[in-house]
C-alpha cells in the first residue's frame, strides 16, 4: 500500500523503481472509488491513467514527478468537466487548462480527480455543493463538519488517497478545512499564485491554497506554482520565486512571533487552550520572542460583515456571466432573453448563492453603496493597517484555527443566528484578516483529541512565506504530527 504517504516519501518509492507512476495512480483511482464522504465531482480514470503510463524515466530533482493530486472543481481543467458544485456548469467542459494545471502537468503530478465544493465557492460548511453534504473522514457518524469550502479536497486528503489537493481560498476555505482534516493548509500571498483558471468569486479576496500533509511538501509546490503569469493574470506578482524548499530549515531564532489577545477569547474547548500555551512555550524554546498584543475589539468583529458585504458584491458581479446564455442551461418556453436569465439562474443556483447574490446586489445599489460597500471598504483598510502596524514589529502572529476542535453541521451556512457572540465571530472569522490584507497563512496541525484534529495558523508579511513555513515547521517536528491520515487509522 502506498496510499497516506507525503510526497517526499512517495517521491523516494518512485525513483528508486519502487512503485511505477501507474502503479501508484491506480491505487489512488481504486481508493477513490471507495470514498464514502460525497467528496468526488469526477474521477479522472482514463486521462491518469493514460498520462501515468507515458510517466518511465524518473526525475530526482522532481518531487511531484508521478505524484497524483487531487484538484478543488472550480478550476479549468481542459477537456474534464468543470462544474463549480453548481447545477449551473453541470455540463461545462473547459477548452483550457487554469496555469495552476498547466504547471503540474508540466511537472508531471497526475491530476485523478476533480473534488467537490461549496456551490461555486461561497460557503464555509461543505453543504452547498449540488451533490449534496461532504462529510469529514474522521467522523463516521456524519455529525461534524470538515468545513468548506474546499471540502472535498480536504477530504480525499485526508483519506491519503493523494498528498496533494488544490483548493481556493477567499476567507479560510482552505485553512479551515484543514483544522477540521489534520492537514497542513497554505494560502500564499496574494499574486504569489497566478488565478487565471480559477473560477472568480471575490477576486480582491481570492487566493489559489492547497493541502498538503507536511511543511516542506508544503513548501515545494509553492516552488512549482508561483510565479509571474503576466500574460493571463495582471495580477500575478512578477517578484522572484524563493527556493522555498531548500530554505525550510526550522530557524527561527529571534524571530518576533505575536498573538492576539482578543482573537483567544473565543476559545471554546479547553484542549485548545491548553495546547494553544505548549505551542508559544515550544517556539520559545526554539529561539523565538513570543508576545501578546491587542487588536481592537470592535474592528475584529466588523470582520465577518465587512467580508460578506464585499465578496457578496464582487461574486454578484462576477458570475453575471452564468446567465444562460453564455454559459448555463436552457430551461426552454422563453420568450425573451430576460426570460432565457431569470429561468436559467432559478433553476441553476442554490439558495445560499441567490441569498448572496442579493445581499451582493443590495450592496452596490447607488443609494446603498455609500453606506454599504463603501463603508465596508474602509473598514477594510482600517483592519489590514492594524495588522501591518503589529507585523512592522512581529515577523508573524499565530492563533487557533477555530475556537472548537470540532463543529457541527447547521442548517444555515451563512452562520445567521438570532444572539450574536462576538467572541465566537471574531474567532471563527479572523482567518479572513489574511485574505483582506494578502498575507501569506498556513494551517498545521497541533493536536488530536478523542480522533478528531486540529490546527494553529501562522499568518506573516506579504511574501516573507519563508517565516511562515520555518515557525510551522518547528511545530510539526516538535509535536510529530507530521502527515496525519485516516488511512493509517489516526482517527
Known sequence: MYLGKTIEELHEL???????????????????????TNAIETICEKEALDFAKTLVDPEFDNLLWGIPYICKDNFSTKGILTTGSSNILKDYVPVFDATVIKKLKEKKAVLICKSTLDELAMGGSGMTGHKGITYNPYDSSHTYRIGGSSCGS????????????????TGDSVRKPATFSGLVGLKPTWG???RFGLFPFAPSLDHV????????????????LAGSDIEHDATSSPREVEKYYSLVNGSIKGKKIAYIKEINKGIRDQVIKDRFDYCLDLLRKNGAIVEEVSLDRNLLAS???????????EATSNNANLDGIKFGPRIGGETSYQEVMMKARTAGFG?????????????????????????????????????????KEYDAFIAPCSGRIKSEFVENSDNVTDEI??????????????????????SIPVGIDNGFPFDFNITGRAFEEVNVFNIAYVLENELNLKNLSVIKGER
Do not use: W
Open 209 to 224: 491554497g492547497y493541502f498538503t500533509r507536511s511543511v516542506k511538501d508544503s513548501a515545494f509546490v509553492l516552488e512549482v
Open 192 to 194: 504569489r499564485i497566478s
Open 14 to 36: 518512485l525513483v528508486n523503481k519502487m512503485v511505477t507512476p501507474f502503479e501508484l495512480t491506480k491505487e489512488a483511482i481504486d481508493a477513490l472509488k471507495k470514498d464514502t
Open 421 to 442: 457572540d462576538i467572541d465566537k465571530m471574531i474567532i471563527e472569522n479572523h482567518l479572513g484578516i489574511a485574505n483582506f490584507a494578502g498575507l501569506p497563512s498556513i
Open 303 to 313: 470582520l465577518y460583515p465587512v467580508y460578506m458585504i464585499i465578496s457578496c458584491a
Open 351 to 391: 439558495e445560499l448563492i441567490k441569498r448572496r447574490f442579493v445581499i451582493g446586489s443590495y450592496s452596490l445599489l447607488r443609494e446603498n453603496q455609500s453606506v454599504l460597500f463603501e463603508r465596508a471598504q474602509k473598514v477594510r483598510h482600517l483592519l489590514v493597517n492594524k495588522v501591518n502596524d503589529i507585523l
Open 154 to 169: 480536504a477530504s480525499l486528503c485526508a483519506q491519503g488517497i493523494a498528498p496533494l489537493a488544490l483548493g481556493s481560498d
